[in-house]
Structure formats: structure tokens, C-alpha cells
């Protein structure tokens, strides 16, 4: 299927201003390809977008690319451009949507989502139109922009809420739109979610969601780890037969979705439009080391290079996944190429973080908002540490054994983590600080990045993101 799909992209692609440079018709083999087109990262193909961007055709993609997605993939500064074609539109994005209701139909055959509605609470801003026609935003306004007219019956809020820029108008429209609709599905970032789902029980006067929407059974949700959100989930959404599915989408493509109800792996989608090929994380920066599909191995972190039919050619993504297995190929998202912290040689990674995040708010029954951590650098007096900057939606009963229960969880997962820590000779016991409610918010709403798909970077190798945060708090 792989293969079948690297010659798609090729013949489709071998006249544009691309293909032609790199003269894609010569093109045979996997190995041909990763020999005559080097691997990209956003600044090295930025120049080809650009020019698309101006209404040029057919530059890395056959045709005018008259949509971009406008990403905010952590609250990062710069902005990137991403080029969405119709041609991807339909055979990830949408069609994901299609085999994400036919697993779950298949797995649930009672299952009642088209008595009522699908909420998706997407990004917000609205699309902005240039003057060659081309059109930006968000992924999630691309997407509702374009999809198909049917879908329109099953779907709430309206387009008109639903592409809202101010994110705390937004809220209130979406429950005064929604709140008497029978839902019977959501859709969105989880983080974001439970602010929907808790203002909307304060304002209705609920102790639970099925007070108001007594039939929903799915949520379908992305872009951040559940696990620090589940029991939240699980405590406002009491309803038994309440299922959770996770899908891996990104503005680049639709890359996996969960394909059982009782495991939280993905199936790797081979037949979307896109060409995979993967990179060791221990050899991060030598490219030659690239692997197609077929050369993978279970519980190796790779990063992810793509090719795609919106025109995006060996494009370093920047996630790090795992193959839990590879007949069939399921995949775990483990992080970022950049986030990550490896001040001391920690190797510290998202994965690990997530997971230990969890099981302190487990062990000291606390419920997270969201958190951020970055290195504390050595100086004459102290060896090095981790700071955590943690808002807490219900705070831990016991602050001292949350980080206790944290710091013990790393080691256990981490093996670096643990020798750095050992005899506090090079790491030294982490330092918590405890967020005044609403920090977070308040951040990316200073970046203009509050709401929908925006999200906290959760570990950092610097300490940029901590300090403003700091100085935010008054802490």
C-alpha cells in the first residue's frame, strides 16, 4: 500500500515546479526517492508554499492550492503556513471521519450517534482571504469550511459560531446553541472540552453532562494525551457506555485513529494520501539512517517524515511515535522533536511526563488543567532539577506527595531520569509550583491563542515558556 501510494504522489506530482526539480519522473524505488529529494523542514520548503501562497500553480502540488492551514501546534510564536488540497481534504481528512464511524458502528452496532448531533468544537479564527483568493486558518475552519453539505444536519454549532474568533463569546454561544440539542457525540481537544463541558454544567445548574445530554455515548479527541484528563472525563460523563476514541490529526494530514475500544494504540492509515518514512530518534540529525515502513521495529521512538497530496515532500514533522505492533501497524505518539528535556542527559520526553503526571494525581486525588516544565540550570551552589509549573482544576490533598509520587513515577519510567537522580549529584528533587487557576488561560490568550487547537508546550529544553508564565503568575 506504501508503495502504491509514494508512486501516487510522484506521477501526480512529477510536473509541478517541485517534481521537476527534483525530477520525480525518474523516480523508481523508495531508495531513488530518499537519495534525490532531501528531507525538509519547514524553513527549506517555506519558499515553495510561499509562492503557492501568491496564486501560483502547480509548485509542489498539480493545480491552484487555494486553502492553507494556519498552524498553532503549541504556543509558539511564528506561525507556519501549511498547504491543504482538495485532494487531501477527501482522502484523509474526511474520510477519517467516515472509518472512524464505521470502527465504531462495527465495535458498538446499538449505537445511536444519528439520533442527535455531533458537537466539534474546533479552532478560533475565523479564514481570512488574501488577495490571490487564498484562504487560511485554522485546520478545524478549513475542515468546515469544505465539508460536505450533509454532514452539515448532523453537526452542531453552526459554521457561523463554529468559526467565532473570540474564544469567550464562543463558549457562550456554543451552550446557548447546543444546550438543548440532543448531542449525542463530541469531537475536539480534551483540554479545551472540559472548560466547555464545566461551564456549561455552572451554567445549567448539572452536576453531570447527561443531565443535559442524556444520550452521549462518543468523544472522539486529539492533539494532547488523554490519560491526565480521563478521570475528569469519566466523573462529569457518567453514562456506562461513554467511549473514548483518540486520532492522530495534524494540519498536515490525518495520520491514525483508534481502531479497538479497549486499547489507546492507533492503526497507522497507509491508504490516506500519504508516504511515511521514519527516523531513529537516536540518530536524529543524520538523515541517511531513514526507514520506510517496513524496516520499523516495535518500541523504537522515531520521528515521522511525510509526503503528502497537499505537495509536502520528506517534511520533518516534528511528533515522535512508537509501533506497539507492526502486523497490523499500531502506533503511540511519545512527543516532539522539540519538546523534550535533556538539559542534564535525562532524555526526559512527553510520554514519560504524561504518565507520571497521572499517576501522582491518581495516588493524591488531584485533577489537572495543565502543566509545563523546563530545566533549572546548575549554578556554584545547586546541581540541576526540573521546575513544574502545574494549575490544578481540584488541588492534590498532599502537595509534597504529588511531587513524591512524580519523581518516583520517573524514574520508573525512565532510566536516564533515574541516574541523573541518583545521590542528587547531577539532578536534584523537582521543584512544583502550583499555577493560580486560570494562568494558563490567561497565557495564550496573551498570544493570541486561546481556544480550539491551541495547546501548552508541556516540556521545554529551555526556560522561555516557564519564565513568561512565572511573571504572568506573580509567583
Same mark, same amino acid.
Given at each position: 500500500m506504501q508503495h502504491k501510494q509514494l508512486h501516487y504522489l510522484l506521477k501526480a506530482a512529477s510536473d509541478t515546479e517541485f517534481g521537476r526539480k527534483f525530477n520525480f519522473r525518474k523516480i523508481k524505488t523508495a531508495e531513488q526517492f530518499a537519495e534525490q529529494v532531501p528531507v525538509h523542514s519547514y524553513e527549506m520548503i517555506k519558499p515553495y508554499f510561499q509562492k503557492a501562497m501568491e496564486g501560483n500553480p502547480s509548485i509542489t502540488w498539480p493545480g491552484r492550492t487555494s486553502w492553507f492551514a494556519k498552524t498553532s501546534g503549541s504556543a509558539e510564536d511564528k506561525s507556519k503556513f501549511i498547504p491543504v488540497s482538495i485532494d487531501s481534504l477527501h482522502s484523509a481528512h474526511y474520510r477519517s471521519g467516515l472509518d472512524i464511524l464505521a470502527i465504531y458502528y462495527d465495535k458498538m452496532p446499538d449505537a445511536e450517534l444519528f439520533q442527535g448531533k455531533g458537537l466539534i468544537l474546533g479552532g478560533s479564527h475565523k479564514l481570512h482571504e488574501d488577495n490571490n483568493g487564498v484562504r487560511f486558518g485554522d485546520l478545524s475552519a478549513v475542515l468546515?469550511?469544505?465539508?460536505?453539505?450533509?454532514?452539515?444536519?448532523?453537526?452542531?454549532?453552526?459554521?457561523?459560531?463554529?468559526?467565532?474568533?473570540?474564544?469567550?463569546?464562543?463558549?457562550?454561544?456554543?451552550?446557548?446553541?447546543?444546550?438543548?440539542?440532543?448531542?449525542t457525540n463530541i469531537s475536539g481537544v480534551p483540554s479545551w472540552m472540559l472548560v466547555l463541558l464545566k461551564k456549561m454544567m455552572a451554567e445549567k445548574g448539572a452536576d453531570h453532562v447527561?443531565?443535559?445530554?442524556?444520550?452521549?455515548?462518543?468523544?472522539?479527541?486529539?492533539?494532547?494525551?488523554?490519560?491526565?484528563?480521563?478521570?475528569?472525563?469519566?466523573?462529569?460523563?457518567?453514562?456506562?457506555?461513554?467511549?473514548?476514541?483518540?486520532?492522530?490529526?495534524?494540519?498536515?494530514?490525518?495520520?491514525?485513529?483508534?481502531?479497538?475500544?479497549?486499547?489507546?494504540?492507533?492503526?497507522?492509515?497507509?491508504?490516506?494520501?500519504?508516504?511515511?518514512?521514519?527516523?531513529?530518534? =537516536?540518530?536524529?540529525?543524520?538523515?541517511?539512517?531513514t526507514i520506510t515502513l517496513d524496516k520499523v521495529q516495535p518500541d523504537v521512538p522515531y520521528a515521522m517524515i511525510i509526503s503528502t497530496n497537499s505537495g509536502i515532500w520528506r517534511y520533518f514533522l516534528g511528533d515522535t511515535i512508537k509501533f506497539t505492533s507492526v502486523n497490523p501497524y499500531r502506533i503511540k505518539i511519545t512527543g516532539r522533536?522539540?519538546?523534550?528535556?535533556?538539559?542534564?542527559?535525562?532524555?526526559?520526553?512527553?510520554?514519560?511526563?504524561?504518565?507520571?503526571?497521572?499517576?501522582?494525581?491518581?495516588?493524591?486525588?488531584?485533577?489537572?488543567? =495543565?502543566?509545563?516544565?523546563?530545566?533549572?540550570?546548575?549554578?556554584?551552589?545547586?546541581?540541576?532539577?526540573?521546575?513544574?509549573?502545574?494549575?490544578?482544576?481540584?488541588?492534590?490533598?498532599?502537595?509534597?506527595?504529588?511531587?513524591?509520587?512524580?519523581?518516583?513515577?520517573?524514574?520508573?519510567?525512565?532510566?536516564?531520569?533515574?541516574?541523573?537522580?541518583?545521590?542528587?549529584?547531577?539532578?536534584?528533587?523537582?521543584?512544583?509550583?502550583?499555577?493560580?487557576?486560570?494562568?494558563?488561560?490567561?497565557?495564550?490568550?496573551?498570544?493570541?491563542?486561546?481556544?480550539?487547537?491551541?495547546?501548552?508546550?508541556?516540556?521545554?529544553?529551555?526556560?522561555?515558556?516557564?519564565?513568561?508564565?512565572?511573571?504572568?503568575?506573580?509567583?
Open positions: 468546515i469550511e469544505n465539508i460536505y453539505p450533509v454532514a452539515n444536519y448532523f453537526r452542531v454549532p453552526s459554521k457561523e459560531i463554529a468559526l467565532m474568533d473570540n474564544w469567550d463569546l464562543k463558549i457562550d454561544k456554543l451552550i446557548e446553541a447546543t444546550s438543548n440539542v440532543n448531542v447527561n443531565q443535559i445530554w442524556p444520550n452521549l455515548e462518543l468523544f472522539i479527541h486529539g492533539a494532547v494525551s488523554f490519560d491526565p484528563y480521563y478521570e475528569q472525563f469519566k466523573k462529569i460523563i457518567p453514562n456506562p457506555r461513554m467511549t473514548y476514541m483518540e486520532t492522530y490529526n495534524a494540519s498536515e494530514g490525518f495520520f491514525a485513529l483508534q481502531d479497538t475500544l479497549n486499547s489507546k494504540e492507533m492503526l497507522l492509515m497507509l491508504n490516506y494520501g500519504i508516504y511515511y518514512e521514519f527516523l531513529p530518534i =537516536d540518530s536524529l540529525h543524520d538523515y541517511t539512517k522533536t522539540k519538546h523534550f528535556i535533556n538539559a542534564f542527559g535525562e532524555e526526559l520526553v512527553i510520554e514519560n511526563a504524561d504518565k507520571a503526571v497521572t499517576e501522582a494525581c491518581r495516588a493524591t486525588n488531584a485533577e489537572i488543567v =495543565d502543566y509545563t516544565a523546563a530545566p533549572v540550570y546548575m549554578t556554584e551552589e545547586n546541581t540541576g532539577a526540573h521546575e513544574w509549573l502545574i494549575e490544578f482544576e481540584k488541588n492534590p490533598h498532599d502537595p509534597e506527595k504529588f511531587a513524591k509520587i512524580l519523581d518516583e513515577s520517573l524514574k520508573k519510567l525512565n532510566s536516564d531520569y533515574e541516574a541523573k537522580r541518583s545521590g542528587n549529584f547531577i539532578l536534584r528533587f523537582p521543584k512544583i509550583k502550583i499555577l493560580p487557576k486560570g494562568t494558563f488561560e490567561k497565557w495564550l490568550k496573551s498570544k493570541n491563542k486561546l481556544g480550539g487547537q491551541h495547546k501548552v508546550p508541556r516540556l521545554s529544553n529551555e526556560r522561555k515558556y516557564v519564565d513568561e508564565i512565572l511573571r504572568l503568575s506573580g509567583l
